[in-house]
């Protein structure tokens, strides 16, 4: 009985996988990140708002483990969030910067990426492995999406991909991330997939 239980849950893991994110493909399942880079200005002002979320310290290096439970959680989260807000730019009164804010209806790509880290969080997975991550779209527009750190890769929910995606098979260029153990603080990220992105659009 205990041997069927295992195999339908390893089943079931799999059957996510394959229906709701790309396999991990490539050699790069984890982003390399590099040294302390700047705050985004709208999470700096974040920041201003709610203190308590941006001084959270962690020793905990270890990502989470990518169970069936934490997948479903994952898809769960992921599709209700990009079903219920509607998207909207969100900029300050002088027309400048992004005001990165908890949406309830309406909200930028930022505040999708709020919602689900907050929802996540909550369900019991560490701030650790849910990490703000901005990158350059192909078009060259700025981008945020949340990067969620397991132990078979760090995985990206997006509110523009339905699907939630290894961070390697995604078309995006990587530029930082909030680090892993302060949630204040930002690191860069080294896509090494820069020049293979680029030359597919050439």
Not at 30 to 51: A, L
Not at 131 to 152: C, F, P, S, W, Y
Request: net charge neutral; charged share 20%.
């Amino acid at each position: 009985m205990i041997k069927k239980t295992i195999l339908v849950g390893v089943a079931l893991l799999a059957s996510c996988l394959a229906a709701s994110a790309d396999p991990v493909s490539s050699n790069a399942p984890f982003m390399k990140t590099g040294s302390r880079t700047s705050q985004p200005i709208g999470h700096y002002e974040f920041c201003q708002t709610y203190k308590n979320e941006c001084n959270i310290k962690s020793s905990n290096q270890q990502p989470v483990a990518l169970t069936s439970k934490t997948w479903a959680l994952l898809v769960q989260v992921n599709s209700s969030v990009n079903a219920k807000i509607e998207p909207a730019t969100d900029m300050d009164m002088w027309g400048k910067a992004e005001v990165w804010s908890y949406p309830t209806t309406k909200g930028d790509c930022e505040d999708y990426v709020l919602l689900k880290r907050k929802l996540i969080n909550e369900a019991g997975v560490p701030l650790s492995d849910l990490l703000i991550t901005v990158v350059r779209q192909m078009n060259g527009e700025g981008h945020a999406v949340l990067t969620v750190r397991t132990d078979r890769g760090d995985y990206v929910l997006d509110n523009l991909e339905p699907r939630i995606k290894a961070w390697s098979e995604t078309s995006y260029d990587y530029l930082k991330r909030q680090a892993t153990n302060n949630t204040g603080a930002w690191v860069s990220i080294n896509d090494d997939r820069q020049v293979l992105v680029g030359s597919i659009e050439q």
